[in-house]
Each structure stands twice: as structure tokens, then as C-alpha cells.
């Protein structure tokens, strides 16, 4: 994949703020030909990857192009109450067809919104719209009218039984409520009943074909969203707990009890597994996932996983949620070294659907790398955001430091590293201190600046010392020194040979 620089000169370019960035995020990984590639057609045909290189190679943006190039979540996964077993929720996937006839359903429950003075007068007294005395008209919440200072609801005469009669009426629901007023309308040649509702500064007017319908919607068993519809198809996982990696129940202190507690259903957490279902699930470093990699096994094989409380002391142990969708792409992430430590399986897996790709640690010193490593300064530059652009004598100072780096820690002459993080932490030192002295643009000097002061800890003992060991035996204290003495010398026999 050429870049889009590769036919410019440094010459034609005054700064990098000049320097064209791509608007396809994988256009915009340096050096990783082959892996761009594979990740295309992973994206495109839902497979499977491992990314197996250093830490900085651009592991990370890879797996977040990806979620770029793959189609749009098509399913909301909600989590149902079932009344006759509420420990065990049903599960309920809803495609964006279904979302949005409810959608339609829920707004054709709302009624219709009237200004107050439009409703009759007895309503809009009774609902605390209007003053009895006065006439005038302001909100509900006001108790006294703003007007002539009147109580707006004027008490009514109760006997000595009235709050007993009142408590009687709300057990068998019947009640003087003040949010709500039923009356009636000629339609036609018969009388079709009518309810008035509070709604801030309005009314609202529900029919009867609106509360037959606000009726079936309430007969349905309640639902919450785990997943919704409208997410982010990149789901990151890396370093995630057994929680946050499966779900979890959240603890109730009432057991789930319908009066006091929360219900079951309501109590349900998704995972990462299922907030990446339709989507890209990313797991750097996978395996400090330990035995963890087992479950994503099982997600990737059954394209479900099921929901339990972790806690065993928890009344969430009790619930427990099957047959949640977990149709992801697995993107995984881990260096040469760690190979030998993901699971066998999770492995098999991988490879029987999808790729393992080694990533590329440095690219030849061409024309067209280096205008690839002036397009990552620029793209730096603007994901940070805080820092100035750079002028040509600065960025080339950058690249150099990355050709010198090609050849020291990656041993390979004429050729840049890729291990561009710690190159990306040069070009925001050298843009602070530029920031630090008010230049406009990030000049040489700066950059030659960041490079005496912006080293890794390790390179700076071999400037100061020479050697780790040589630092260490100038760094102890003398305490050290006399505890590391008697330690010798408690290894001394009586014959004075060493044990």
C-alpha cells in the first residue's frame, strides 16, 4: 500500500502541519504492510487474528481500524423478567426493525400535549393549573396561585373517617389524585372516556385507543438493555477481570424480594464478550489472562456465553442469564516470547479461523519511508493536540533518531524501528519544550533538547555509569554496603575459606 506521500519532497513541504494525514485509519499504520492487509480481509470476512510482535509496533491501532471496516451492529440485546422464575431471566434479541416499530409503539402511548388554557376548566383547576379564584393560570407545582396568593386547591370537607376512608380508596385503587383527571366526551352517539395528565407546563390527552394500547405495552414483562443497538463496535479488554471480562449479577442486601429489593433481571451486567457481539473484541497482552483464556474460548466456539453472579456470597450466585450472544472477532495481541503461553486451543482456534500475523519491527531506509515516518510525525502532532507542528530541520532530526534506533536496538542498518510509541514520546517532549519557550513551531534546538533529556532510564545509566553494574555499585548507600559486608562475611568459615 503506497502512502500518499511517496511522490512529494521534503523540500515542497514548509512544516508538517502541511503533511497530508489519511482519512483511512489503516492507511495511517507505518511499516505494517502484510498486517494491514490480513486485517482487511479479517474485517471484511469476520475472521479471527493474532498480532504477535513488541509492545509500540501498532498492535493497538490495527485492532481499532478494524472495528472502521465491518458493518454496523444489527442486534440490541436486552435482558426480560420471568415472572414464574425470576432467577432466571430470558434473554431477548431485538434487530433495528423491531427497535423501531417500538419506538413507534411507545410514542403512539404518549397522547397528545395541550396548553392548559386549551383544556375545560374544571381540568385545568383540578390538575393545579388554574386559580379558583382569580383565573389565572401557572404551575402545578405552585401550591398558593402567584397572583392573588390563594390556595389553588381549595381543601375539601372531611369527616372524622376521611383518612381512613382515603387509605381504604387507595387499596382498591381508587383515589383522589391530582396528577390525573378522568372525564368523558360525546363521540359520535356514544360517551368515550378521556384522562387529563400533568406533563410539566402542559396537558396531556390520552384516548381511548391510546390507553388500550399503553395497557398491552404494560401487560409485557419489563426488559433492561445490556447491549444496546446505537454502541461502539471496538470493545478493549486487555488486563480485564473475570467481571468485566463475562458479566456479572450485581449483589442485592433483599434477596431480590419484589416489594423491598431489586428483581434479578434488573441486576444483570453484560461483559466485554457480549458488548462486542457484532463487533471487535481486543485483548492485548492475552496471555495475562491465565485461565480466563478458557471462557473466550468458549464465546468464540458457541457465539453465546451465559451470565452468573461471581460472587458466591452474593444473592446475584442465584441468576443466572443463558444463551447470551457473543458473535465477535477476536483480535489478540502478545510478543514472541508469550507465544508458548496462550492456551492450545484459544490457538487452534485463531488459526482454524482466521490469521496469525508477525508484525515488522523496522522498514528499509527508502524515500518513500521517510515521507511514511514525516506523515506519523504529523499524525502524532495532531492526536496529542497540545503541541505545535514541526519544522522540516526538526522532523528530520526525528527521523535520524529513528534510523539511529533501527540500527542500535534493532540491529538492523539502514532501516527505521517501528517500535514508533517511544519515537511518539520524542515528538511530544521535544512539542513541550517548544511549547515552554512560546515557538510557534517545534524547532531543531528543541528537538536536540528532548534528545539529551528524553532517554530511557536504561540508556541514561549507560551515559552516566557506563554499565547497570557500575550504577548500582555507585547508587548503594552505606548501610547497603554494610549489610552486603556482614552478609560476606557470615559466609566465612573460622578458616577464613569463603562457603
Do not use: W
Not at 524501528?417 to 512560546?438: N, P
Amino acid at each position: 500500500m503506497g502512502s500518499p506521500l511517496a511522490g512529494a519532497e521534503f523540500a515542497d513541504i514548509p512544516d508538517t502541519s502541511y503533511v497530508h494525514i489519511p482519512n483511512n485509519p489503516l492507511d495511517r499504520v507505518i511499516g505494517q504492510h502484510d498486517a494491514v492487509k490480513m486485517a482487511q480481509i479479517a474485517a471484511k470476512q469476520r475472521r479471527h487474528l493474532l498480532l504477535v510482535g513488541p509492545p509500540g509496533v501498532g498492535k493497538s491501532m490495527i485492532a481499532q481500524a478494524m472495528s472502521f471496516y465491518i458493518e454496523r451492529p444489527t442486534e440490541e440485546v436486552r435482558v426480560v423478567h420471568n415472572p414464574q422464575y425470576p432467577e432466571r431471566p430470558f434473554v431477548e434479541v431485538k434487530s433495528r426493525s423491531q427497535i423501531m416499530l417500538e419506538r413507534e409503539e411507545q410514542s403512539s402511548v404518549e397522547g397528545t400535549l395541550i396548553d392548559p388554557r386549551e383544556a375545560p376548566l374544571n381540568v385545568a383547576e383540578r390538575l393545579g393549573y388554574r386559580c379558583q379564584k382569580c383565573g389565572f393560570y401557572s404551575l402545578p407545582t405552585d401550591a398558593n396561585c402567584p397572583n392573588c396568593d390563594s390556595p389553588k386547591v381549595q381543601p375539601t370537607t372531611q369527616g372524622p373517617f376521611g383518612d381512613v376512608f382515603n387509605v381504604i380508596g387507595a387499596a382498591f385503587g381508587v383515589q383522589n389524585n391530582t396528577e390525573r383527571v378522568t372525564s368523558t366526551k360525546r363521540n359520535g352517539d356514544r360517551e368515550e372516556v378521556i384522562v387529563y395528565e400533568r406533563f410539566g407546563d402542559k396537558i396531556r390527552i390520552l384516548d381511548e385507543k391510546t390507553l388500550e394500547r399503553r395497557r398491552k405495552l404494560e401487560k409485557k414483562s419489563p426488559s433492561k438493555v445490556i447491549v444496546p443497538i446505537d454502541r461502539n463496535p471496538f470493545v478493549l479488554a486487555t488486563g480485564a477481570s473475570e467481571t468485566e471480562l463475562l458479566g456479572d449479577v450485581r449483589h442485592d442486601p433483599y434477596g431480590g424480594h419484589p416489594q423491598l429489593g431489586t428483581l434479578p433481571y434488573e441486576r444483570v451486567i453484560a461483559g466485554a464478550v457480549h458488548e462486542a457481539h457484532e463487533g471487535v473484541l481486543f485483548i492485548d497482552e492475552v496471555t495475562h489472562l491465565g485461565n480466563l483464556q478458557r471462557f473466550i474460548l468458549t464465546a468464540m466456539q458457541e457465539k453465546a456465553f451465559p451470565i452468573t453472579g461471581r460472587n458466591p456470597q452474593s444473592a446475584g450466585a442465584s441468576v443466572r442469564v443463558d444463551n447470551v450472544p457473543t458473535d465477535f472477532i477476536l483480535v489478540a495481541a502478545c510478543n514472541m516470547q508469550d507465544l508458548q503461553y496462550i492456551l492450545s486451543p484459544l490457538r487452534s482456534r485463531i488459526v482454524g479461523g482466521g490469521y496469525e500475523v508477525l508484525m515488522e519491527v523496522t522498514m528499509p531506509d527508502t524515500p518513500e519511508n521517510r515521507m511514511k515516518y514525516l506523515q506519523f510525525i504529523a499524525q502524532e502532532i495532531a492526536i496529542d493536540g497540545k503541541i505545535p507542528h514541526m519544522t522540516m530541520e526538526a522532523a528530520k532530526l526525528v527521523i535520524d533518531e529513528g534510523l539511529r534506533r533501527g540500527r542500535e536496538v534493532d540491529h538492523k542498518e539502514h532501516a527505521f524501528t517501528l517500535r514508533l510509541r517511544e519515537l511518539g514520546g520524542l515528538i511530544r517532549a521535544s512539542g513541550d519544550i517548544a511549547v515552554f519557550k512560546e515557538h510557534k513551531l517545534t524547532e531543531a534546538e528543541d528537538v536536540k533538547e528532548a534528545l539529551k533529556t528524553y532517554l530511557p532510564v536504561e540508556e541514561k545509566i549507560k551515559k552516566y555509569y557506563g554499565n547497570l553494574s557500575a550504577a548500582f555499585s555507585s547508587e548503594s548507600t552505606i548501610a547497603q554496603r554494610s549489610e552486603e559486608y556482614m552478609m560476606n562475611y557470615q559466609n566465612y568459615r573460622e578458616d577464613r575459606s569463603y562457603e
